[in-house]
Each structure stands twice: as C-alpha cells, then as structure tokens.
T-cell receptor, first 114, second 112 residues
Framework: DADVTQTPRNRITKTGKRIMLECSQTKGHDRMYWYRQDPGLGLRLIYY???????NKGEISDGYSVSRQAQAKFSLSLESAIPNQTALYFC?????????????FGAGSRLTVL | AQRVTQPEKLLSVFKGAPVELKCNYSYSGSPELFWYVQYSRQRLQLLLR??SRESIKGFTADLNKGETSFHLKKPFAQEEDSAMYYC??????????????FGQGTILTVHP
C-alpha cells in the first residue's frame, strides 16, 4: 500500500465547479504539502501544513483552499475551478524529526478544467 | 527570496556519455539542496541531498557556494536514467522553515 494516497487520480470538470482533491498518509508525518506541476514551471507550492492547527499559504495559493482534517489527511479545494488550474497536483509529506527534510510524494492527481 | 533555476528544459545524451544537469540557486543563508527524480509511471522521489555527500545510481552533486550551483553529474549515462529531474532548495530559516522550492525541472533522455 502506498504511504501517500491521492484521490481522485484523474478528474475532468467544468469551469466554475467546486473540486476537492484528497490526500491521506500512513507515514505518521506532521508536515503535509500541496504542489502543482506545470510543464516548464516545475513544482510550485500551493499550501502547506506543519501540523493539524497550522496552515500556510505557498507561492500560488490564490483560487485554492485547504483543510487539515487530521494528521493523516490534507485536502485541497478549488472553490470555482478555472481552465488555468488544469495541472498535475501532488501531495507530499515530510518528517523533520528525522533530520532529513525529505519529501514523500503521492502519485499525483491530474485535473482538467474545461 | 530564494530561487532555483534549472536552465535546461530538455537534455539528450547517448548511452555511455557523461551527463550534467545544471542547477543554480539564490539563497541568502546556508543552503540545503536536493535532487528529486520522476521516472516514467513512478512517483517523484528523492535522488540525493548534498549534506549526505552520497552517490546514488552513479549520480553525484557537489555544492559550489561560490557559483551558487548544485549540478548533478554522472560519468556514463544509462537508458534507465531517462526521467524528469528536479533540483530543490530547503528554506532553512524563519517562519517558512521546512519549505522546499523546486526548479523548473529538466527532462533527461538517454538514447541507446
């Protein structure tokens, strides 16, 4: 079983619809992240959470919101999807207690907004 | 603000040739740098980090503070090295501690 699970893996939606991408992890890590991947732009941080009560904006948070329901769950929402939010979205976790600052990634959620 | 630049979107080499993927960074403190790799149909995963000074799958990367670079090198490329490679910089200070900033990525293709 995967340590970091993202659902759905693929979603096609229409402009203006609300979409939620979910991430769950079994690694017991406190830190969770949402990134989006776009060709030529690399990975850009949307939101991150260092524990259940800590939510922080990343570099491209406009148009997105998140919810940290539990240590193991971190959801990304697009309240009103627009075409330029078409991208591959990655959830990741890390455990700084190991001193490694290494991210463990999910398999990605491909979102297409028509 | 910290920044990571990978100047090459695409890099093609032949099997057995040396390969170097470039990474330059901008950071005011003492940097902690990583290379992540994404093989076809696999998850993005850590390849190596500079503090470990390790060689993984024949790849090495040396931090050059003078040139603010962290280039990834392999003397003899293999076809299985074909992948997307990301350089990443850890924000090690202030309220943003623990954030990783990624470069734009380089797609490496190793031809037979």
């Amino acid at each position: 079983d995967a340590d970091v699970t993202q659902t759905p893996r693929n979603r096609i939606t229409k402009t203006g619809k609300r979409i939620m991408l979910e991430c769950s992890q079994t690694k017991g890590h406190d830190r969770m992240y949402w990134y989006r991947q776009d060709p030529g732009l690399g990975l850009r941080l949307i939101y991150y959470s260092f524990d259940v009560k800590d939510i922080n904006k990343g570099e491209i948070s406009d148009g997105y919101s998140v919810s940290r329901q539990a240590q193991a769950k971190f959801s990304l929402s697009l309240e009103s999807a627009i075409p330029n939010q078409t991208a591959l979205y990655f959830c990741a976790t890390s455990d700084p207690a190991t001193g490694a600052n290494v991210l463990t990634f999910g398999a990605g959620s491909r979102l297409t907004v028509l | 603000a910290q920044r990571v630049t990978q100047p090459e979107k695409l890099l093609s080499v032949f099997k057995g040739a040396p390969v170097e993927l470039k990474c330059n960074y901008s950071y005011s403190g003492s940097p902690e740098l990583f290379w992540y790799v994404q093989y076809s149909r696999q998850r993005l995963q850590l390849l190596l980090r500079h503090i470990s000074r390790e060689s993984i799958k024949g790849f090495t990367a040396d931090l050059n503070k003078g040139e603010t670079s962290f280039h990834l090198k392999k003397p003899f490329a293999q076809e299985e090295d074909s992948a997307m490679y990301y350089c990443a910089l850890l924000n090690a200070g202030g309220t943003s501690y623990g954030k990783l900033t990624f470069g734009q990525g380089t797609i490496l293709t190793v031809h037979p």
